[in-house]
């Protein structure tokens, strides 16, 4: 979905819950708790960071090509937390309750990079991805222990 169609579709369901007198809630992952560099990729000093990396964009240990790898990461989780601030606010602002959710940890986190694992404790038999298998389990189990 795009962004417009998401919000379209949580704004329409909640309208027709509204109807039936059933909330609804939104579960988001709180992505703001995750770090935006990978700092155990970067040489430090023994008094920390390595003065050369504000000269040079990267630590004299961390190859070009490593750099960009990182750098690119770094980027694309930005946009994941700008994206997620949106979505909260946008629904907030339209009378719906989201909770933000704290990212998988446990046994629980191993079913979404396994989908063998994942349908063993969901029934599911459909095809899914990482990220549809993350969003399924978020749902299934984001306000229970298995995720903290």
Known sequence: MTFSELINYVVLTKMANDLTGTRIEVLLEDVDNKKPVFASKLKRTA???????????????????????????????????????????????????VTLVKPLRGPVKKAKDSSVYFNKITGWTGRSNADTRDAALIALFGKGDLCR
């Open 47 to 97: 008094k920390g960071q390595n003065p050369l990396l504000a000269y040079v964009g990267h630590a004299p240990s961390q190859g070009g090509s490593e750099f960009k790898i990182n750098m690119s990461k770094a980027e694309d989780l930005g946009k994941v937390k700008a994206t997620a601030r949106l979505i909260k606010e946008v629904l907030e602002d339209k009378g719906i309750t």
